[in-house]
């Protein structure tokens, strides 16, 4: 073309927990069966909505209202639900126009981060959720900035990294939080939370949590919301019911903003995001209008406590059986529905392989292996084409670490059983070879 087309943080929009799917058809081609790691998809993993949730969706199907727009900023009395829902917690309060939503938090994400300016950084967590790192470094035309969880800590955040970092680096205006985080499942203690919230306050900066994950918390853990820590610092909270209900295909997001007013280059930020929106005319109706009718429900809270306990015993699990692989190291996961197993140093190198005795899917893995690849991307395609396993590789998660994340969503036992004896079988297969 007569010029170029895209921006240099274009390079930066990847995506491996998607990418990957596309080899994995390849070998459902050939007749394989898959067995999926690679997404938070607990409807892909037998999870099912109770009945008593499907039938309240039935019936708002049966009003002509579900049909029509919403208001730009959402339901006003879903908006206004969700605000009594979060002033209850006697934290920081927000009213109904502190809320917007959107078609999943994925939509919110890409708003928050295309209308900073490129010089303004976002820093967030590494290992990174991969839709906060690839549009916030895409916005910026640069590589994500990024503070370290330590695996050596459950995952903890390493303050000292984050402090210095902000200190040291005047384009960081805001910090990002995933709690329960992803791609790791560490809970962030509230002692650790106020830490960060300090932090901001002291540099002058705003917060984002994730908090998409926050009524998925088991195994005895605790945190605090973004309400209950704030203070007076500017933030905004993303939500959702994707992964709580589980819905994923509601597409149902929302942003609650906390302190808008208290600074105006951060008020002019909420108000370009919430134009941004209703440029689009409005988020879909239906999930909306769920929303405040599934989580009045006193089943509802049953409903979460069951599928914590599950998962927390899915957890368990997964560390029995994992924990005497020799080479690896993982801790056990209090929060959402993912682990990360990360590789010791120099246990990885280009000569390890596992068995394939069929041509045609070596011949596909010829095709996927580059010299220059991560050890673990290299790994994670040795497993999907001799285990038929899809999971994803750290080194995408913009980390330097090496291992890969898997998840505990499998709600059909043999299921679940089979994944993991395969993952297992393909780990120390591969380390010894």
């Not at 927990?17 to 994995?24: D, E, F, L, T």
């Not at 901001?200 to 605790?222: G, R, T």
């Not at 991307?377 to 497993?383: A, E, T």
């Amino acid at each position: 073309m007569r010029q170029n087309l895209l921006r240099q943080g274009a390079d930066e929009l990847s995506y491996e927990i998607r990418g990957i799917v596309k080899k994995a058809e390849q070998l459902q081609a050939l007749g394989y069966t898959i067995h999926w790691e690679n997404i938070g998809d607990p409807i892909q993993k037998n999870r099912k909505l109770p009945e008593w949730m499907k039938e309240t969706i039935i019936e708002l199907l049966r009003d002509d209202k579900t049909y029509g727009y919403s208001h730009s900023k959402g339901l006003i009395e879903t908006r206004q639900f969700l605000a009594e829902k979060n002033n209850e917690l006697k934290g920081t309060q927000i009213g109904v126009d502190d809320i917007t939503f959107f078609n999943g938090l994925g939509d919110a994400i890409a708003k928050i981060y295309q209308f900073l300016t490129p010089s303004a950084r976002v820093i967030g967590p590494s290992p990174a959720y991969s839709t906060h790192s690839s549009a916030e470094a895409a916005h910026a035309n640069a590589h994500p900035v990024t503070y370290n969880l330590d695996p050596e800590n459950s995952w903890y955040p390493d303050l000292d990294d984050l402090y210095m970092k902000v200190k040291y680096n005047t384009s960081i205006v805001g910090i990002l939080v995933i709690n329960p985080d992803n791609p790791t499942g560490m809970v962030y203690p509230r002692h650790i939370l106020e830490r960060i919230v300090a932090i901001a306050k002291e540099f002058d900066l705003f917060l984002i949590f994730d908090e998409i994950y926050q009524n998925i918390v088991y195994n005895n853990a605790s945190t605090a919301s973004m309400a209950e820590v704030i203070g007076d610092v500017p933030g905004i909270s993303l939500k959702g019911i994707s992964k709580e209900f589980p819905w994923p295909g509601s597409r149902c997001g929302w942003a609650e903003y906390y302190n808008r007013t208290s600074d105006s280059d951060f008020n002019k930020l909420c108000s370009t995001i919430d134009n941004a929106k209703m440029i689009e005319v409005s988020s879909t109706t239906l999930p909306q209008r769920a929303i405040p009718k599934v989580m009045s429900d006193p089943r509802y809270t049953e409903f979460l406590k069951e599928t914590n306990e599950q998962i927390g015993q899915r957890s368990k699990y997964l560390t029995e059986m994992f924990a005497d692989v020799e080479g690896i190291q993982f801790n056990l996961t209090n929060g959402a529905f993912y682990n990360t197993i990360i590789f010791k140093k120099n246990v990885l190198h280009k000569d390890q392989s596992m068995v394939i005795e069929d041509e045609k899917v070596k011949s596909l893995l010829d095709n996927w292996l580059a010299d220059d690849m991560p050890f673990d991307k290299r790994f994670v395609y040795y497993l999907l084409a001799a285990k038929q396993v899809c999971v994803v590789p750290i080194s995408a998660f913009a980390s330097d670490l090496l291992g890969f994340r898997m998840t505990l969503l499998e709600a059909d036992e043999q299921e679940q059983i089979e994944t993991y004896k395969r993952i297992k079988d393909g780990l120390i297969e591969y380390l010894n070879s």
